[in-house]
Structure formats: C-alpha cells, structure tokens
C-alpha cells in the first residue's frame, strides 16, 4: 500500500471512529433512564456554539507555532528547541482557555483539590487527614475527584498555602508549568530513544494539538510529574556513573509522587518498561522502582495505604455515574475521544510511522492506553483522564514530512471545539 494509501486509509478510519461513537452514543442516551452527564455525547460538556473575537486568541498562537515552530526546530539549538516548544505550548492552551472562557475555566484547580485543602485542618493536621483518608473516601464525605485520587494533590495545595502560595493565578501557573513539563519531558525521551531528528520533527505536534484544549485542569499536573519522572528514568538507562544515578535518584522519587497525585500514573510505567528492558538495565528498574516504593510507602507512617485508596476508588467510582454508563460502549467511546483529542494528523502519523525506536515509545504508550481503557475504570471523560498518555502518541507527528498543513488542520479541530463546546473544566 503507498503512502497516499495508508493516509487516506487512516484518516478515513479516525472520522469512521468519531461517526460511530457518535451515532452509538446517541442510542445510548435513547435507552438510559438516568443522566450520563454527557451533554456533548461521548464528550463531557454540551454543544453550545459561540464564535466572536476571543477565537483570534489561538487562530493567532497556533499560526505562530506553525510558521515559527518547524523552522526554529530544525535549525536551533536542542535546547532552545524544548524551551521554546514548552513556552509554545504554554501560549496555546492559554490561548484556547481564553476562547473557551467558560466560568470554571480558571477555577478548576480551586473547585476540585485547592479548595479542599481546608480538609486537612479541619481533620485536625497531616496525620489524621491521611490516616481517615479512605475511610472518608468509601463514605462518600468528599468531592468526587478527590474519591478518585489520591491525597497528593490537595496536601500540596495544603502545604503551599501554609508556605503563602494560593489563589487562582498561582493555581493555573501550577498547571501552565505541568504543560511546558510534559512537553519538555516528551521530546527528551523522543530524542532519547529515537533521536534528535526525530524528535524535531515531532516538536511543533505537541504545541498545536486537540488536546491542548483540555489543558487547563489537574490532569495536566499528573501528566507533568509522571512524565517528568519517566523521562528521568529513561535518560537514566541511556547513561552511566553518577549522571545515571542522580537521574535514577530524581526519576525514582518523582515517579513516587506521581503516584500519590494519581492512581493512573502507574501505566506509564510501560513505556519506562519498553525501553528499559531493551536496553537491558536494570539497575534503573530496580533502583527507580524502589525509590517510587519508598516514597508510595512513606505514607504507612500515618495510616494511608495507597493500594486500599485505589481499592475504595474502584468502590466509589462504580457507586456513581460509571455503574450508569457501563462498560461496553465506552471500550469504543474512550478511544474515539482520545483519538480526537490527538487530532488527524496523528491518525495519518501513525499509519505512515516506520521509525522502530520511535515505535517503541509511541506503541508502548498506546499499549498502556489499551490497558487504561480495558480496566474499566475509564467511563467517558478520557479527553482529560488520558492526558498523560497523549504527549508521548503525539510524538508520531515526527512521520510528517511536510508538517504546516497537517499543523493547520490540528488548529482548525482545536479552534472548532473552542468555539463549539462548553466544558466546566
């Protein structure tokens, strides 16, 4: 099959996808008695067309990336480059959000984790809040996201406004600088793995990106942190003596905390895996692995057991809309949303993807996308949920030769739903 083929093929597949999700999901609405919360079905929010200036915003951030980000890439410094794709990154999904401006588009943070953080000292400290965690979890006293994570994320939300730190512009600073971490950490393990110019290539398909319209929300934390941590690890395995060892260090401890920010963090050991084992280190495994424990154990010290958390969060999460919403339709659905969120471009990417070590990342990573998504414990929502998992994907834009158009038809997806979807976060 010729190139031209295997595009045609590909884009024809991903807009099939999107159309049979739709029309499924409709029949599901038809035939279920209570409310899914999805007014966009399969997407959360609802359709509500708005179009007016503020759509300059990232017409004019994602026309920038694309005339700028190519060239730059190619001919800068590697250094510059990821500075310069993060900073990028960062103005688009500002942009976006400032399209979207819908009411809760800034307060995400706030309504979900900052804003709870008074929990803490109305448990009467540190020890006692974790130590009650769960059992507030399985009793339905808390908020659904926090019955769904951890207690990382909201002690550090504690801990910084202790420090001085609060309030809605630190809140989104804190999920501006996971964006530019995620990217940054993305193309380090391109290059790692595959190669520099590879990874070039692939730069400017992080910045202008579906997904980049979701990116104003605590998933993009996780993803900051767990990327962050594998990227410290899989450097790690490509270097010796003291370098590889402060790297395990970092990436082991980070890898930990990832985990107590988000059960979800623990497949993207799979990639770590991929590349590890194939380069046959294990030392990193095992050093990085029992760093991540150490940190996952730590808080045995005060009552909080995170494999009893993610017990009590599959109890809670099946006592609310996911027993409504089901199984099956959602094997479908989750990966119609996730395909959306990369966009088209990455669709006809991976059909023309022949680079093996580039493979390696970007398969192993659908791979734990394919675990996610059989588990159960995805029902919708996944155009966040999943974020973690999307920079390393978007890496297959490295297959695109002649990027700029397939860069614009990535704006115009991200500018459509700015301005025709309304979401809460």
Known sequence: MTTRARTAAALAAWTLLLALAWVLGQAKLADTAGNLQLGAMPLYGSWELHVDATLLAPIAAGALAIAVLPWAAARWRWRYVVA???????????????????????????????????????????????RHYTDAQLEGAYSVHLQSHPPGLVLFFWAAARAGFEGPLFQNAVVQVAVAAAVAAALMIGRDVAGERLARRAAPFLVVAPAAFWHNNADLVF???????????????????????????????????????????????????????????????????????????????????????????????????????????????????????????????????????????????????????????????????????????????????????????????????????????
């Open 84 to 130: 310069a794709t993060a900073a990028a990154a960062v103005l688009f999904s500002i942009a976006l959000a400032f399209a979207h401006s819908h009411p809760a588009t800034w307060s995400d943070l706030d309504d979900h984790y900052a804003g709870h953080a008074h929990l803490v000292d109305d448990a009467g400290g540190f020890a006692p809040f974790l």
């Open 223 to 425: 993803a900051g942190v767990s990327l962050t941590a594998v990227a410290c690890l899989i450097l790690a395995t490509n270097r010796a003596g003291a370098r590889s060892a402060a790297l395990t260090v970092a990436g082991g401890l980070l890898a930990g905390a990832a985990l107590l920010l988000s059960f979800s963090a623990a497949l993207l050991a799979v990639p770590l895996l991929a590349v590890a084992v194939r380069r046959r280190r294990w030392a990193v495994l095992t050093g990085g692995g029992a760093l991540a424990a150490a940190v996952v154990l730590a808080p045995l010290a005060w009552g909080y057991w995170w494999l009893e958390g993610l017990q009590v969060t599959r109890v809670r999460y099946y006592a609310g809309v996911a027993a409504l919403r089901g199984y099956w339709y959602f094997l479908l659905a989750n990966l119609a949303v996730f395909a959306l969120a990369l966009g088209p471009a990455i669709a006809a990417a991976l059909a023309r993807l022949r680079d093996r070590l580039m493979w390696i990342v970007v398969g192993s990573c659908l791979a734990a996308v394919a675990i996610a998504d059989l588990s159960g414990m995805s029902s919708a929502e996944t155009e966040r949920i999943w974020q973690p998992f999307m920079p390393l994907v978007l890496l297959a834009g490295c297959a695109l030769t002649r990027p700029r158009g397939w860069l614009a038809l990535q704006l115009a997806v991200a500018v459509v739903l700015a301005a025709a979807l309304r979401v809460q976060w």
